[in-house]
């Protein structure tokens, strides 16, 4: 009887040997798949999305990012004749395009609205070369 129940014993520990063999197989099987399937999926997205790069944006001169700058001052300076920001903005814009008489008009209105500024002086003044 007790050799009977040593097989028995036997028996259910091989069983459950076997078991855990098949479980960790499975496992594995199922790790290395999903890491291959993972992995082809990364380059294959690599690989296509270089063939479908976009093209480069076409490049834009300085001449007509300022005059387009230029233009959305005085855009702004007809809705708001006062607007210090827009004045500003459309005075540096024409010195940065050597426009020194377009710049005057601006400047000469800073001065007008804040007369303790300066430095609206002091540029006006090196527009007009005094």
């Not at 594995?28 to 890491?35: E, P």
């Not at 690599?46 to 959305?72: D, I, T």
């Not at 007809?78 to 395009?97: D, H, I, K, W």
């Amino acid at each position: 009887m007790e050799s009977t129940q040593k097989k028995s014993s036997n028996s259910r520990v091989y069983r459950g040997d076997r078991i855990k063999q098949i479980l960790a197989l499975v496992s594995m099987v199922g790790f290395g798949g999903s890491a291959i399937f993972g992995m082809v999926s990364l380059f294959g997205s690599g690989l296509s999305s270089q063939h479908q790069q976009k093209p480069a944006p076409v490049a834009v001169s300085q001449e007509s990012l300022l005059a387009a700058q230029e233009r959305g001052y005085e855009t702004v300076l007809q809705r708001e004749p006062q607007n210090q920001t827009a004045l500003e903005g459309l005075a540096n814009v024409r010195l940065q395009m050597n426009n020194k008489v377009g710049a005057i008009e601006p400047l000469e209105k800073l001065v007008k609205l804040n007369p303790d500024r300066a430095d609206y002086k002091v540029l006006l003044g090196q527009v007009k070369g005094k």
